[in-house]
């Protein structure tokens, strides 16, 4: 089985950064499961208005040109949005929460962290232009 990287420490901040979002936009917050598509669902009187995929990193905005997301996921998030459900690729920078609604494929490219010695951490991913972000 392959291993989880994601941290305790990981959730706290992706939580702390949906909660945000909830508050800024007078929505509920709801956590999905964790093989899910998405991560949260902003809910309005119980009924569904958008999902986020959240992604948090310890690195300011302008140090990389595109943001990354697994192009598996990418597509699932397509098509919730094509189903007419609002869909949000979310980066949570050091500097600044950035982003942009899942309704184009942008770059496709091989790419993913090298530093942890695991191969599967290598694949198809969509790299979104950091300057196509809206700021939050």
């Known amino acids: 089985m392959r291993p989880t990287y994601e941290t305790d420490e990981h959730k706290s901040t992706e939580r702390k950064v949906a909660e945000f979002i909830a508050e800024v936009y007078g929505r509920e917050l709801l956590e999905l499961p964790k093989y899910y598509a998405a991560d949260y669902a902003l809910l309005?009187?119980?009924?569904?208005?958008?999902?986020?995929e959240i992604k948090c990193r310890s690195i300011e905005s302008d140090k990389y040109l595109t943001a990354l997301c697994p192009l598996d996921k990418w597509v699932k998030l397509m098509q919730f949005s094509a189903?007419?459900?609002?869909?949000?690729?979310?980066?949570?920078?050091t500097?600044?929460?950035?982003y942009v609604p899942v309704e184009q494929i942008y770059n496709i490219k091989v790419s993913g962290r090298k530093d942890r010695g695991d191969k599967l951490d290598m694949g198809l991913h969509v790299h979104v232009p950091v300057n196509k972000m809206v700021d939050l």
Not at 44 to 52: A, E, I, R, T, V
Not at 83 to 93: C, D, R
């Open 44 to 52: 309005k009187d119980g009924n569904l208005k958008s999902l986020m």
């Open 83 to 93: 189903a007419g459900i609002k869909t949000l690729f979310v980066v949570s920078y």
């Open 95 to 98: 500097d600044k929460i950035k």
